[in-house]
């Protein structure tokens, strides 16, 4: 059975190869919209970055509350906020490698999310993600 170090390293490996192809892109393939009201695959990527930052923070969160309720992720604004359509495409792809690697990186003890184990439940349709006794709830 594989240990957390084991899907750790198999994380990052896929966010290496993710980071070249990603880079193989041109900026201009990369800014196109499919349609007015679909996410360029800058806007993706920038989606993605997004969401590693609320799940970095809802890991950190975890480890030293006893109650917390994360806020709900309004993803299209946070999207339609930080301008990924018009940044610039490399340096969008660096952001979303190194946050991803940061975020799968093993801590010392070999504990992936710091002084305890998380377990949490997201599930599409909830208004909030929580955090209660050590884990997260929905």
Not at 26 to 35: L, N, Q, R, T, Y
Not at 57 to 76: H, M, T
Not at 103 to 110: E, N, Q, T
Not at 118 to 132: E, H, Q
Request: with cysteine.
């Amino acid at each position: 059975m594989p240990t957390h170090i084991d899907t750790a390293s198999e994380i990052d490996s896929l966010i290496e190869l993710w980071r070249k192809k990603l880079l193989e892109l041109d900026a201009v393939s990369a800014h196109f919209k499919p349609a007015p009201d679909r996410w360029s695959i800058s806007e993706v990527v920038g989606h993605l970055v997004d969401s590693a930052c609320n799940n970095h923070q809802r890991f950190v969160r975890a480890q030293y509350c006893s109650d917390f309720v994360f806020p709900k992720y309004e993803q299209n604004e946070w999207v339609a906020a930080a301008h990924y359509q018009k940044g610039d495409w490399e340096s969008l792809v660096e952001l979303w490698y190194h946050f991803n690697r940061q975020s799968v990186r093993p801590a010392p003890d070999g504990n992936i999310f710091g002084r305890r184990s998380v377990n949490f439940v997201v599930r599409p349709s909830s208004a909030f993600v929580g955090c209660s006794h050590g884990g997260f709830v929905a």
